[in-house]
């Protein structure tokens, strides 16, 4: 912890420690200055210049995410000199971007960049680069859709891929116009070792890097966002499912998951397909011949649907007759990650007393 100090930001006292950026003293009390490359679950890098600020007695404007704080500091955070710079690094990085940044849909309608280039009213200036430099959709990984016409070179992917998911799939390449992030040595994802967690996009805060399960799917203002715990396995993930008229159509990070923060895994970020799906089972199945008490057929018959208490008394029913018939250990039960501690508890004690075997595992393991 360092020593107390007071700075002022844009006229108020207000106390800090020796040694935090002027960002976190600003946000902890309540001043909002704007960020890009900046992510609260990252190293900060200082390289995007949105989050600059006057600093009393300093020739140039500082970045607020890696400048340190001083006592007796002065900073204004929205000076006439700030808010020109800001606009300005805005204008630049739309110069370098495709011409439909302002109705840009490919983030859902929640990217950072068009957020602040509403709020500055800054459009892509008529100088700019035209076109389109580099392929729509690049790389085939089955989940990250790639765009990087729509890339601000913020590095945010770099450091959520090396840092949160420790993969480190995605570099920096090139200087100056022609600088890029590239995948390993400029290979696709999945051959730089990519696990298709979606970290990366969901840290992206533009569309250059997005999911591609719910490309133009809806935008943002259209989903209910409904916090829900992830039942892939016991870690208890959490995240936000994105339903639109009554169906998931995306899941997205909510920063504020007490155990896994703004990280899921592929089957958490993407295994939302089986929710809507036509051959999901929603209802009990069994064999027909179980059902009429009739020997079993070759094909051992079709399927036919029956609530619960049928297929449970049946199951009951041939699990006593294996027990009696061949034994306890002719049993085997297996358990799921996904069941509560309650349940796994209560198959644990449906093995050993009820079956009478030690034949008991779970799939956590998978
Ligand atoms: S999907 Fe995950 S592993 Fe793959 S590049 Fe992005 S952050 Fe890295
Ligand atoms: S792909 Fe996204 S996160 Fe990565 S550098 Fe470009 S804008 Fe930033």
């Known amino acids: 912890m360092g020593k107390q100090i007071t700075i002022t930001v844009d006229g108020k006292q207000i106390a800090a420690q020796d040694g935090q950026t002027?960002?976190?003293?600003?946000?902890?009390?309540?001043?909002?200055?704007?960020?890009?490359?900046?992510?609260?679950?990252?190293?900060?890098?200082?390289?995007?210049?949105?989050?600059?600020?006057?600093?009393?007695?300093?020739?140039f404007l500082q970045a607020a995410c890696v400048f340190p704080v001083a006592d007796g500091m002065v900073i204004h955070t929205a000076s006439e000199r700030v808010r020109k710079s800001r606009g300005r690094t805005l204008e630049l990085m739309l110069a370098n971007h495709p011409q439909d940044c302002l109705v840009c849909d490919a983030s859902s309608g929640s990217c950072e960049l068009q957020d602040l280039a509403y709020e500055y009213q800054v459009t892509v200036p008529e100088w700019g680069s035209k076109g389109k430099r580099y392929i729509v959709d690049s790389d085939p990984n089955p989940f990250v859709r790639v765009d990087f016409n729509k890339c601000i070179l913020?590095?945010?992917?770099?450091?959520?891929?090396?840092?949160?998911?420790?993969?480190?799939?995605?570099?920096?390449?090139?200087?100056?116009?022609?600088?890029?992030?590239?995948?390993?040595?400029g290979v696709t994802m999945l051959e730089a070792r990519c696990e298709s967690c979606g970290q990366c996009a969901a840290y992206c805060p533009t569309g250059a890097l997005s999911d591609s399960m719910s490309h133009a799917v809806a935008r943002a203002h259209q989903v209910k966002k409904v916090m829900t715990t992830c039942t892939y396995c016991g870690v208890g993930c959490q995240y936000d499912l994105n339903v639109k008229d009554g169906r998931v159509v995306q899941v997205t990070s909510?920063?504020?998951?007490?155990?896994?923060?703004?990280?899921?895994?592929?089957?958490?970020?993407?295994?939302?397909?089986?929710?809507?799906?036509?051959?999901?089972?929603?209802?009990?199945?069994?064999?027909?011949?179980l059902l009429e008490g009739s020997a079993r057929p070759r094909d051992r018959g079709e399927w036919v649907d029956v609530d619960w208490d049928t297929a449970l008394n049946i199951a009951a029913a041939k699990l006593?007759?294996?027990?009696?018939?061949?034994?306890?250990?002719?049993?085997?039960?297996?358990?799921?990650?996904?069941?509560?501690?309650?349940?796994?508890?209560?198959?644990?004690?449906?093995?050993?007393?009820?079956?009478?075997?030690?034949?008991?595992?779970?799939?956590?393991?998978?």
């Open 254 to 289: 909510n920063p504020d998951a007490p155990v896994n923060g703004m990280a899921l895994c592929v089957k958490g970020r993407y295994g939302y397909d089986f929710i809507h799906h036509p051959d999901r089972l929603t209802q009990p199945k069994v064999r027909r011949y």
């Open 22 to 59: 002027i960002l976190s003293v600003a946000q902890s009390a309540g001043v909002r200055i704007p960020t890009l490359c900046y992510h609260r679950d990252l190293t900060p890098t200082g390289n995007c210049r949105i989050c600059v600020v006057e600093v009393e007695k300093q020739r």
């Open 320 to 366: 006593r007759s294996a027990r009696d018939t061949y034994g306890p250990d002719s049993v085997g039960v297996l358990t799921s990650a996904k069941c509560l501690n309650e349940e796994n508890y209560l198959m644990n004690k449906f093995s050993r007393q009820v079956i009478g075997t030690n034949n008991i595992d779970h799939c956590a393991r998978l």
């Open 154 to 185: 913020c590095r945010r992917c770099v450091l959520a891929c090396a840092e949160i998911q420790g993969r480190h799939v995605w570099n920096v390449a090139y200087r100056g116009f022609d600088e890029k992030i590239v995948a390993g040595p």
